[in-house]
């Protein structure tokens, strides 16, 4: 089974700091993702990327970067946190796109 | 713009009656793919079925089938029999095609379903 891990269960983080938040897969997928979820809202896109080095923006990019310099990990950067980046982060990857996308168990951030 | 809409914020239904989860979307590209995804309340996603857009047959999973009416582009979750352990948030998503980002998903609003005794 693929597996998508995430490095912190909970996290709380000032306002200000600098957050990262870590997803690593363990089968050698292409492409992953990270969505924050918001109730009321869904899932929302904030980037993804299809190749090592490689990303794209999202839906809601603004206040977040990634990196990806390794196929197997994909982080999430909040260069300065806010307390409207409070929400659940979820990591996912996928192979094909008709196989669905698998994801990791989430990381509930909150920014005080 | 590609979009997801789910209207029904909540819904609950008898154990071991059926329950429609209600999905439309919109997309002007030709080739896209439909999900459905459960999340409990611990909060993984749990992949449930796919829906191609060019594929002729309703899509079936155990008790889970999708409803696609391409016309009305809806596709519909039905859930037969439901358990008490179906409780749960559903979310509908979509894979666009190539003009709206070939491998990215993009998500409803989701429906809490709750099934009672």
């Known amino acids: 089974d693929v597996k998508v891990t995430q490095s912190s269960r909970y996290l709380v983080k000032r306002t200000g700091e600098k957050v990262f938040l870590e997803c690593v897969q363990d089968?050698?997928?292409?492409?992953m993702f990270w969505y924050r979820q918001d109730p009321g809202l869904g899932l929302r896109l904030i980037y993804f990327?299809?190749?090592?080095?490689?990303?794209e923006k999202g839906d809601i990019p603004e206040g977040y970067s990634v990196s990806r310099e390794k196929k197997e990990r994909f982080s999430l950067i909040l260069e300065s946190a806010s307390t409207n980046q409070t929400s659940m982060y979820l990591c996912?990857?996928?192979?094909?796109?008709?196989?669905?996308?698998?994801f990791g168990s989430g990381t509930r951030l909150t920014v005080v | 713009a590609q979009k997801i809409t789910q209207t029904q914020p909540g819904m609950f239904v008898q154990e071991k009656e059926a329950v429609t989860l209600d999905c439309t979307y919109d997309?002007?590209?030709?080739?896209?793919?439909l999900f459905w995804y459960k999340q409990p309340s611990s909060g993984e996603m749990i992949f449930l079925i796919y829906?191609?857009?060019?594929?002729?047959q309703n899509a079936t999973e155990g008790r889970y089938s999708l409803n696609f009416q391409k016309a009305r582009k809806s596709a519909n979750l039905v859930i037969s029999a439901s358990q008490l352990g179906d409780s749960a948030m559903y979310f509908c998503?979509?894979?666009?095609?190539?003009?709206?980002?070939?491998?990215?998903?993009?998500f409803g609003a989701g429906t809490r379903l709750a099934v009672h005794p």
């Open positions: 996912a990857s996928s192979l094909d796109s008709s196989y669905g996308y698998t």
């Open positions: 997309t002007s590209d030709p080739s896209y793919g």
């Open positions: 829906q191609g857009s060019y594929d002729q």
């Open positions: 990327s299809y190749d090592v080095k490689m990303k």
């Open positions: 998503a979509m894979r666009g095609g190539f003009s709206g980002g070939y491998n990215k998903l993009i």
């Open positions: 089968m050698d997928h292409e492409n």
